[in-house]
């Protein structure tokens, strides 16, 4: 995210960034299905081999699409409104993800059984907690940069990050249901293989049509495929780091959705808080960035000691909650036997 926002495009003209989050999403699906297509046709010649499975009902294609379709909104909005905002900004408001999550879980569980679980009161303790301990440490985080971050877009820039947010916990949800509604489950790589594509074309006509403002001089509101000719114009090779992109996604879309399929879209939407967290502590172990300075070098530590702390108790709650199942479902075995 960070490198796609500061790049270089043109020194003498003082433009940075490639605001065109739709279609550098709808880039980076393509690429991840090349990934995955490229990987299971190796594959086929090998012991290992890998043969994606086949959708085998309406309901399921149907399902396929809503997921590509809820994905497209949440990472193309994500981008696009972090071509809008200060990257500090949208990581405090994608850190209420959990809680959307948890909301639209319980939203939604009269409707599709299975989906809600059972919710303790201190999983919501924690839960929120986690989210205001993410806040608070990417505010202290964005004090040492305040003066360079402010965005002349906001209030579009925070509707667009609210939007994305609620995307995300509906795609969430969803991947969820592909483990454990579906029968045989979708697993993970088989859900990146057959969503890819329709994300992709869902965002092509955005893409073209929508005018959206952009933080570069001289320039109104223009669409993402004029930012994309202009980055080819001016510094094509610029293009090099949305590809990288698209193999990152690909990894790390399996990653995410392996977590939800086997502890829940709530767990997956904290772990991410707890990501956010564990990066900044990294990046300041590594000297990569500094600590804000005066007390918010205090905030942002305990904010992130807070954050980790939370997620930490939260996944031991789960832990215990899936070892007490297996232990009763071995008790269950015995007796019957």
Known sequence: KVVLSNAVISKELGIQGIPAGFLVTAIQQIVAFLVMAAVVVVLY?????????????????????????????????????????????????RSCLPLVTLVLQQMLGPCIPGIAGKVRGVEVVLMVAGVVFAGLATLAKSESSHAGNESKNLVM?????????????VNLILAAMFGSTLNPPLNPVDTIFYMAVPCGLFLVPASIMFLHPV???????????????????????????????????????????????????????????????????ISICMGLEALP??????????????????????????SNDKKAAADSKSEVAKDEK
């Open 45 to 93: 010649f090998t012991p290992f081999r890998y043969t994606p499975r086949k959708l085998n009902s309406f309901r399921e294609f149907a399902c396929v699409i809503l997921f590509s379709f809820a994905f497209a909104l949440n990472i193309g909005l994500n981008n696009f409104s972090l071509s809008l905002l200060a990257v500090s900004l949208n990581m405090i408001i």
């Open 215 to 281: 933080d570069w001089p001289g320039f109104g509101q223009i669409t993402d495929y004029q930012v994309y000719q202009k980055v080819m114009e001016l510094s094509p090779t610029t293009m090099g780091w949305v590809i990288l992109s698209g193999f990152i996604a690909a990894a790390y879309n399996v990653l995410q959705y392996t977590v939800v399929q086997r502890l829940s879209a709530g767990h997956a939407a904290f772990a991410g808080n707890f990501n956010k967290a564990a990066t900044i502590m």
């Open 293 to 318: 300075g005066g007390v918010w070098s205090t905030v942002m530590l305990l904010a992130i000691l807070g954050n980790i702390g939370s997620f930490t108790g939260f996944s031991l709650l789960k």
């Open 157 to 169: 820039g925070v509707l667009m990050c609210l939007l994305s947010d609620v995307a995300a916990a």
